[in-house]
T-cell receptor, first 114, second 117 residues
Framework: GENVEQHPSTLSVQEGDSAVIKCTYSDSASNYFPWYKQELGKRPQLIIDIRSNVGEKKDQRIAVTLNKTAKHFSLHITETQPEDSAVYFCAASFFSGSARQLTFGSGTQLTVLP | NAGVTQTPKFQVLKTGQSMTLQCAQDMNHNSMYWYRQDPGMGLRLIYYSASEGTTDKGEVPNGYNVSRLNKREFSLRLESAAPSQTSVYFC????????????????FGDGTRLSIL
């Protein structure tokens, strides 16, 4: 199956600074890479995703980059705000059984300091 | 639309008791999933149903069974609960199986917090 490693496990930044979270994956056939944000006690919510035929995708202050050769992808948050504080999970799709599934990284606790 | 609805939100069980976690979605999605979330371990797939009438094991299926009752509903059953099954359980759905030739993000419910004593 797929293995997804996520770093760092915790990240503290000053408000207004940028934050970068990195993930690596093992299955070269993976073709879909979503990022989820989970606030304390809440459900994971999709914030951005990227497919393997695209190298970068942006949505306002959030961007994701993908390096297929190196099998890693990263989440970039610019101009961080206190409401960005949450746990962020990366994931990669892989085929097993009857359909594609997602394997999640172990999460990054982002704290934005005012 | 409510999206993905899970019941109950909280539950405490004794070791050996059985329980069924319920999940329903109103987005007309074909695929549904059950995950467990433990501290420091992210989300791990227990079982999934790519379409109505099919179910498959995920990464951690031992001790669980599932039923895809219809297109809307996908339940998770613990036949004989063990303390190791204490966790937060999330149900998710997607229009079609995630990945492949089109973007099919998964949408999550609010979770069921399950404690087994």
């Amino acid at each position: 199956g797929e293995n997804v490693e996520q770093h760092p496990s915790t990240l503290s930044v000053q408000e207004g600074d940028s934050a970068v979270i990195k993930c690596t994956y093992s299955d070269s056939a993976s073709n879909y890479f979503p990022w989820y944000k989970q606030e304390l006690g809440k459900r994971p919510q999709l914030i951005i995703d990227i497919r393997s035929n695209v190298g970068e995708k942006k949505d306002q202050r959030i961007a994701v980059t993908l390096n297929k050769t190196a099998k890693h992808f990263s989440l970039h948050i610019t101009e961080t705000q206190p409401e960005d504080s949450a746990v962020y999970f990366c994931a990669a799709s892989f085929f097993s059984g009857s359909a594609r599934q997602l394997t999640f990284g172990s999460g990054t606790q982002l704290t934005v300091l005012p | 639309n409510a999206g993905v609805t899970q019941t109950p939100k909280f539950q405490v069980l004794k070791t050996g008791q059985s329980m069924t976690l319920q999940c329903a979605q109103d987005m007309n999605h074909n695929s549904m999933y059950w995950y467990r979330q433990d501290p420091g371990m992210g989300l791990r797939l227990i079982y999934y149903s790519a379409s109505e009438g099919t179910t498959d094991k995920g990464e951690v299926p031992n001790g669980y069974n599932v039923s895809r009752l219809n297109k809307r509903e996908f339940s998770l059953r613990l036949e004989s609960a063990a303390p190791s099954q204490t966790s937060v359980y999330f149900c998710a759905s997607s229009e079609r199986p995630t990945g492949g030739n089109s973007n099919q993000p998964q949408h999550f419910g609010d979770g069921t917090r399950l404690s087994i004593l």
